[in-house]
């Protein structure tokens, strides 16, 4: 088998376990009223998919550390075998506890899934192959967008929702297979140190924090009392500080704070930060425009939103062939440009605001996601060599879903919608606008960052000097 074949059955199976990942937010979403109505949970109905998040947040970075120390195929298919465990034992719960710790097994393993692929490629392919092999990757999420609530309404309806977790085996024993067989590594002998103090600390702090901001969120005068917010986000700051320091004497450490010292990391992950806390904004909040402003049904909403799930897989094929021709910082900041004229058409909306305007709102949002998100990915995975490429992949996937969590939970504190049983429109109307008057102002600084970004040339110049 020659190299080429090699390289592109490794890539079949990367694009497998990056669609699984992908997918696995919106196929669940849609099934959640058919588990809540079997299992009888009602009220545990956003820990199925919160605690999965918060284990894929914390298993991100030490999935990276790990692949650097010991390679990426191996930490691969530990990770997706969990993944594979998680999603069968998911399938076989009779009960919504046994299907939310099931489920956070399933995110132990996700953690992998989510950052390994991109690391890989990083690896396999030289620069310009790089950006656009990235860039379809990148545009599986866009996909998954799109295909994820078809999928699952039609495994619910005509299947059972178990079958939207067993679906993952055979996709994901075939991802196993085909990686397993043509993925060769040389690592160096040498004696390898696992921060396993590094590892306990990071997950406490950012359990307590991602708990604490899930609280909330979530609130509703119950477990969610004050004094335990308070207690939680004290615990993230004590072991945050200890996490800092055990990280500094390390020698192998999880988040190497050298990453931070390279000015296009520290600029790409102060980019994708806030571009997440838009683009969760962005996803969440117009079909509750659609819905309660515009009074349409929920098909209706999920039709406006097709735009967005088609200019995000555009927008990702585009800078993957663009980014070598014309820049890093020409991608980021024509990206960013995309978004802000889309946020500020958001922030002008009003009830009676045309539909097709609405539409060319969210067209330019997903388009701006697709660019940006993907030539920075690009630079992250191009500005380190092969020891901390891992390291630098999942710190940025880290930052991603940390300004998710974070946008969702601040902007649903500003978010009022009348009275608790009913939607207001006018009340919804107003509160909106003022969320995206903000994301407007939000994306006045993407701009900015995306403008001081090094120029692709010194990424190349980097990466050819590192690896």
Not at 83 to 100: D, E, H, R, W, Y
């Amino acid at each position: 088998m020659n190299a080429n074949q090699t390289r592109k059955k490794v890539t079949i199976a990367l694009f497998v376990a990056t669609f699984l990942a992908a997918i696995e937010g919106t196929i669940v979403s849609t099934a959640m009223p058919s588990i809540t109505g079997e299992l009888h949970g009602i009220q545990q109905y956003s820990w199925i998919i919160s605690l999965y998040l918060l284990a894929t947040v914390i298993t991100t970075p030490v999935y990276g550390k790990l692949s650097d120390l010991y390679g990426r195929k191996k930490m691969f298919i530990i990770g997706a075998l969990i993944f594979l465990a998680g999603s069968m034992l998911s399938g076989v719960s009779q009960t919504m506890n046994q299907l939310i710790w099931y489920r956070a097994l399933q995110g132990l393993g996700a953690g992998a899934l989510t950052t390994i692929p991109y690391t890989i490629i990083g690896d396999l392919y030289p620069f310009e192959q790089r950006a656009k092999v990235q860039g379809w990757m990148s545009s599986i999420w866009g996909i998954a967008g799109i295909s994820g609530p078809l999928l699952g309404g039609l495994l619910v309806d005509y299947v059972s929702w178990r079958a939207i977790f067993y679906m993952n085996l055979p996709f994901g024993i075939v991802a196993i297979y085909l990686l397993s067989t043509s993925l060769r590594e040389v690592l160096k002998k040498k004696k390898r140190h696992i921060d396993y103090p590094g590892i306990v600390t990071f997950a406490i702090a950012m359990f307590s924090f991602l708990y604490a901001m899930a609280l909330i969120r979530d609130d509703e005068g119950g477990c969610g009392t004050d004094w335990m917010i308070s207690l939680l986000f004290a615990i993230a700051v004590l072991f945050f500080v200890l996490f800092v320091r055990i990280e500094s004497r390390s020698p192998e450490p999880i988040i190497p704070f050298q990453l931070f010292r390279n000015r296009i990391i520290s600029m790409a992950n102060l980019n994708s930060l806030l571009l997440c806390v838009i683009n969760v904004v962005v996803i969440f909040y117009l079909p509750l425009w659609i819905q309660g402003v515009y009074g349409k049904p929920a098909t209706y909403s999920g039709l406006a939103m097709i735009p967005l799930s088609i200019a995000w897989p555009l927008g990702s094929i585009l800078a993957g062939n663009w980014i070598s021709k014309k820049g890093l910082r020409f991608i980021s900041v024509a990206g960013a440009c995309f978004l802000l004229a889309g946020s500020i058409g958001f922030s002008f909306m009003s009830a009676t605001t045309p539909i097709a305007l609405f539409v060319v709102y969210t067209f330019m949002s997903g388009l701006s996601f697709g660019l940006s998100l993907t030539s920075l990915t690009v630079a992250v995975s191009s500005a380190v060599g092969w020891e901390l490429r891992g390291s630098a992949v999942a710190s940025n996937n880290f930052i991603r879903t940390l300004g998710q969590t974070i946008g969702i939970t601040v902007f649903g504190m500003l978010l009022q919608t009348g009275q608790a049983d009913a939607l207001e429109s006018t009340v919804l109307e107003g509160s909106l606008h003022n969320i995206f008057v903000w994301v407007a102002v939000l994306s006045v600084f993407v701009v900015f960052v995306s403008i001081g970004l090094p120029k692709l040339k010194q990424t190349e110049l980097q990466q050819g000097n590192a690896s």
